[in-house]
């Protein structure tokens, strides 16, 4: 008994304990209050920094490559250092300035969030006030603070309306100034030089971007709509938690609240270590919708190859294995979306409700120290504005936690924009990352791919000992050496006569660098810009638009109109290529089709080379432009370029071409070539000798028949 005698409290201690912290309980207040400000931040920033990066041994490859390591495992997407790094270079993007329309917009978002919150806390205490005005029984007073309610409606209806109206306006924004980003380096102006032609090299010379379409208009839209959102979605529920705690605070104690704040970051952690990584989820799923699209769009690329091939099934199989593909990855994401919502509503609604009632309990059955004693009425409206308070301020932390979650999607989002960004900077710098052939490998090969030439702006072509390389790595000739004077027409032939339609002879290669499309790997190329080629492949592009726009292309009416020229002209230039009939017969130069189903393949080489004659470059590549054409039309055709003054670099293997042109440039296929000046008519007359003996071989076996029936006559005959 004296044991425990000595552990009771002693009432007078008590009593004068109670005192004291009554006394100073308003400095105590102060205190945790300010503490509790002070953890709710540094929480929120703990929870949104950078988390430890991808060793750096392996980022770069990640980085590029889109896989975590070498051994091809998916690239490591969560809210870390690498992440802060790309989405702070692509803020500088979208929000260029403090007095940018993103800054400003940015800006009223904010105001409005604020005034919300003001809002929230005012109709807390209206609805206590309410509540209160029943229980008293009190008409008046409850009348009027129902007018109350109905004015307040006006502003917060306003406000709510406003803070989406603004979002989808930030949202818009940050989508318009990142795409006209992307498109300037995508498809901007200064497309000249070594740094130009993104479009071009994204797809054909780096294999790290498939599908660069759907990132420039899905992911680029998905990642604006998130970074739209996550303003709102953290820093308005950061706020939230903040006033609203605070308030209650006021009403309860700063003690319930401190304990509070311990339960709910428990568990607060704990819904954490279950959050699975939908940043991963979000990448994951935008590379497997575009994987699909890009089999799709191989169909519609290749419907002619395919159809002749009999390769339906086939191709049904790789869409359908894509399709799989995609829709195991949702399914695996709904099941985790599922279980996790389980788990999250539980501790968030549920859990975190529960703590709130005990809460709101404490001025009911404690007397706090300093805090006098309520009628029925008071507690009832401290009861239902503290019960406001703390389901705004529970929602209010809930909407903290679903932030990572929107932030780790973010991040998928920015992974996928940063890898565009990162491959279009090294496609202008001449950076590449293509898989290559087995060949590539061997020591010379591979010296000769280090290696880099010179180009040497000039009025004259020259190739001083330039080897032809693909993307992939193949060397097509090791060292080629010809020129092209202005004025002198170049034929370029392959095997046995014949175009090099086939890879390893170095046809498209060669007109690739001229172009400025392919890097040159050694020797000096001499070539006039790139602005001075254009190129009439056997299928020529009709781009979308007016029959006046196919043979403008790429100027406008307007453009066109600045030159000088009408579209009298353009009749004429249709005269000289015999197809004039085309502008009455599809209802006038303004009349807009699918040009390509529109005319037949005749009379879309005839476009190509009005557009040639409208152009008037100093070199034109014919890349089988004649197919299709008559040859009596072919015949004016090259005459009337050689007049314009247009120097042709010529691939076709029909022989009426030769005459036209004065050197030719003969590839061997397997690696060599010869370039001299060509005879026309010597040419001409050893390729007739040379039908007639193969067709006069053609007739040996038949003879050798017929002598031996001869001869066994004969003997039978004797």
Request: overall charge neutral; proline content about 4%; glycine content about 6%.
């Given at each position: 008994m004296s044991v425990l005698s000595t552990l009771r409290p002693n009432p007078a201690h008590v009593a004068h304990f109670a005192g004291t912290y009554a006394k100073h309980r308003p400095i105590v207040q102060r205190f945790l209050t300010t503490g509790f400000i002070v953890y709710v931040l540094s929480t929120t920033y703990r929870s949104v920094s950078s988390k430890p990066a991808i060793p750096a041994a392996r980022k770069g490859k990640a980085r590029a490559k889109g896989q975590d390591d070498e051994s091809g495992k998916p690239a490591r997407v969560a809210v870390d250092a690498v992440f802060y790094e790309r989405l702070s270079r692509i803020l500088r993007l979208v929000i260029p300035s403090l007095r940018s329309k993103e800054a400003l917009l940015l800006f009223m978002h904010s105001s409005l969030l604020i005034f919300r919150t003001a809002i929230s806390l005012y109709v807390a205490a209206l609805d206590g006030k309410i509540v209160a005005s029943l229980v008293r029984a009190?008409?008046?007073?409850?009348?009027?603070?129902?007018?109350?309610?109905?004015?307040?409606?006006?502003?917060?209806?306003?406000?709510?309306?406003?803070?989406?109206?603004?979002?989808?306006?930030?949202?818009?924004?940050?989508?318009?100034r990142l795409t006209e980003e992307v498109l300037k380096q995508y498809l901007?102006?200064?497309?000249?030089?070594?740094?130009?032609?993104?479009?071009?090299?994204?797809?054909?010379?780096?294999?790290?971007?498939?599908?660069?379409?759907?990132?420039?208009?899905?992911?680029?839209?998905?990642?604006?709509?998130?970074?739209?959102?996550?303003?709102?979605?953290?820093?308005?529920?950061?706020?939230?938690?903040?006033?609203?705690?605070?308030?209650?605070?006021?009403?309860?104690?700063?003690?319930?609240?401190?304990?509070?704040?311990?339960?709910?970051?428990?568990?607060?952690?704990?819904?954490?270590?279950?959050?699975?990584?939908?940043?991963?989820?979000?990448?994951?799923?935008?590379?497997?919708?575009?994987?699909?699209?890009?089999?799709?769009?191989?169909?519609?690329?290749?419907?002619?190859?395919?159809?002749?091939?009999g390769g339906e099934e086939t191709e049904k199989?790789?869409?359908?294995?894509?399709?799989?593909?995609?829709?195991?990855?949702?399914?695996?994401?709904?099941?985790?979306?599922?279980?996790?919502?389980?788990?999250?509503?539980g501790i968030v609604k549920w859990l975190w409700g529960s703590f709130g009632l005990v809460l709101c309990g404490i001025p009911v059955f404690f007397k706090i120290p300093g805090v006098h004693s309520m009628d029925l009425g008071s507690r009832t409206e401290g009861f239902v504005t503290n019960r406001r308070l703390l389901l705004s301020a529970s929602d209010a932390l809930g909407r903290v936690m679903y932030s990572y979650k929107d932030?780790?999607?973010?991040a998928g989002y920015t992974a996928r924009v940063s890898m565009l960004l990162d491959t279009m900077h090294d496609t202008k710098k001449g950076k590449f990352e293509k898989v290559l052939v087995s060949s590539a490998s061997t020591d010379e090969n591979a010296k000769i791919l280090k290696g880099r030439g010179r180009i040497i702006?000039?009025?004259?072509?020259?190739?001083?000992?330039?080897?032809?390389?693909?993307?992939?790595?193949?060397?097509?000739?090791?060292?080629?050496?010809?020129?092209?004077?202005?004025?002198?027409?170049?034929?370029i032939v392959g095997p046995n006569g014949m175009c090099c339609v086939v890879v390893g002879c170095g046809k498209s290669s060669l007109f690739r660098i001229l172009g400025g499309l392919?890097?040159?790997?050694?020797?000096?190329?001499?070539?006039?810009?790139?602005?001075?080629?254009?190129?009439?492949?056997?299928?020529?592009?009709?781009?979308?638009?007016?029959?006046?726009?196919?043979?403008t292309y790429p100027h406008s009416k307007q453009d066109m109109e600045a030159r000088?020229?009408?579209?009298?002209?353009?009749?004429?230039?249709?005269?000289?290529?015999?197809i004039e009939s085309v502008v009455e017969r599809e209802g006038g130069w303004d009349t807009a089709q699918e040009w390509r189903d529109v005319l037949s393949e005749g009379d879309k080489q005839k476009i190509a080379w009005a557009r040639l004659f409208y152009h008037k470059p100093k070199y034109a590549v014919l890349d089988e432009a004649t197919s299709s054409v008559p040859l009596e039309i072919e015949g004016l055709m090259?005459?009337?370029?050689?007049?314009?003054?247009?120097?042709?670099?010529?691939?076709?293997?029909?022989?009426?071409?030769?005459?036209?042109?004065?050197?030719?440039?003969?590839?061997?296929?397997?690696?060599?070539?010869?370039f001299t000046k060509l005879d026309a008519e010597r040419r001409l007359a050893l390729q007739e000798e040379k039908q007639a003996l193969e067709t006069k071989l053609l007739e040996v076996p038949k003879m050798k028949a017929r002598l031996a029936e001869l001869l066994a006559l004969a003997e039978r005959d004797a």
């Amino acid at each position: 008994m004296s044991v425990l005698s000595t552990l009771r409290p002693n009432p007078a201690h008590v009593a004068h304990f109670a005192g004291t912290y009554a006394k100073h309980r308003p400095i105590v207040q102060r205190f945790l209050t300010t503490g509790f400000i002070v953890y709710v931040l540094s929480t929120t920033y703990r929870s949104v920094s950078s988390k430890p990066a991808i060793p750096a041994a392996r980022k770069g490859k990640a980085r590029a490559k889109g896989q975590d390591d070498e051994s091809g495992k998916p690239a490591r997407v969560a809210v870390d250092a690498v992440f802060y790094e790309r989405l702070s270079r692509i803020l500088r993007l979208v929000i260029p300035s403090l007095r940018s329309k993103e800054a400003l917009l940015l800006f009223m978002h904010s105001s409005l969030l604020i005034f919300r919150t003001a809002i929230s806390l005012y109709v807390a205490a209206l609805d206590g006030k309410i509540v209160a005005s029943l229980v008293r029984a009190q008409a008046l007073p409850f009348l009027f603070n129902i007018m109350r309610w109905l004015l307040v409606a006006i502003p917060a209806t306003w406000t709510n309306s406003w803070l989406s109206y603004v979002q989808n306006k930030l949202a818009i924004a940050y989508r318009t100034r990142l795409t006209e980003e992307v498109l300037k380096q995508y498809l901007g102006e200064e497309q000249e030089g070594p740094e130009g032609k993104v479009y071009y090299k994204i797809s054909n010379l780096d294999d790290r971007i498939k599908n660069p379409d759907q990132m420039i208009t899905n992911d680029i839209q998905r990642f604006s709509n998130h970074l739209a959102a996550i303003y709102a979605n953290l820093a308005k529920p950061t706020l939230d938690v903040i006033l609203y705690n605070y308030q209650l605070s006021q009403n309860v104690g700063a003690e319930g609240l401190l304990l509070l704040t311990v339960l709910v970051q428990l568990s607060a952690a704990l819904l954490r270590k279950l959050t699975p990584s939908f940043g991963a989820y979000a990448a994951m799923s935008a590379q497997l919708s575009g994987a699909l699209r890009h089999t799709h769009s191989r169909i519609v690329e290749f419907a002619e190859e395919i159809a002749f091939f009999g390769g339906e099934e086939t191709e049904k199989l790789l869409v359908e294995r894509e399709y799989a593909g995609l829709i195991k990855h949702e399914d695996r994401v709904l099941e985790s979306r599922w279980w996790h919502g389980c788990v999250e509503e539980g501790i968030v609604k549920w859990l975190w409700g529960s703590f709130g009632l005990v809460l709101c309990g404490i001025p009911v059955f404690f007397k706090i120290p300093g805090v006098h004693s309520m009628d029925l009425g008071s507690r009832t409206e401290g009861f239902v504005t503290n019960r406001r308070l703390l389901l705004s301020a529970s929602d209010a932390l809930g909407r903290v936690m679903y932030s990572y979650k929107d932030l780790s999607e973010l991040a998928g989002y920015t992974a996928r924009v940063s890898m565009l960004l990162d491959t279009m900077h090294d496609t202008k710098k001449g950076k590449f990352e293509k898989v290559l052939v087995s060949s590539a490998s061997t020591d010379e090969n591979a010296k000769i791919l280090k290696g880099r030439g010179r180009i040497i702006e000039s009025e004259e072509i020259r190739f001083e000992n330039v080897p032809i390389v693909t993307p992939n790595g193949d060397i097509l000739v090791k060292s080629l050496s010809f020129y092209v004077k202005p004025g002198e027409h170049l034929l370029i032939v392959g095997p046995n006569g014949m175009c090099c339609v086939v890879v390893g002879c170095g046809k498209s290669s060669l007109f690739r660098i001229l172009g400025g499309l392919w890097p040159v790997y050694g020797g000096t190329v001499h070539k006039p810009p790139a602005d001075n080629f254009i190129l009439i492949p056997q299928r020529p592009y009709l781009p979308i638009g007016t029959l006046r726009d196919q043979v403008t292309y790429p100027h406008s009416k307007q453009d066109m109109e600045a030159r000088g020229v009408t579209d009298e002209d353009l009749l004429d230039i249709l005269a000289m290529v015999q197809i004039e009939s085309v502008v009455e017969r599809e209802g006038g130069w303004d009349t807009a089709q699918e040009w390509r189903d529109v005319l037949s393949e005749g009379d879309k080489q005839k476009i190509a080379w009005a557009r040639l004659f409208y152009h008037k470059p100093k070199y034109a590549v014919l890349d089988e432009a004649t197919s299709s054409v008559p040859l009596e039309i072919e015949g004016l055709m090259m005459d009337h370029a050689t007049e314009l003054g247009i120097t042709l670099l010529t691939v076709s293997h029909r022989p009426s071409l030769w005459k036209y042109h004065a050197m030719i440039l003969h590839y061997d296929g397997q690696g060599g070539y010869v370039f001299t000046k060509l005879d026309a008519e010597r040419r001409l007359a050893l390729q007739e000798e040379k039908q007639a003996l193969e067709t006069k071989l053609l007739e040996v076996p038949k003879m050798k028949a017929r002598l031996a029936e001869l001869l066994a006559l004969a003997e039978r005959d004797a």
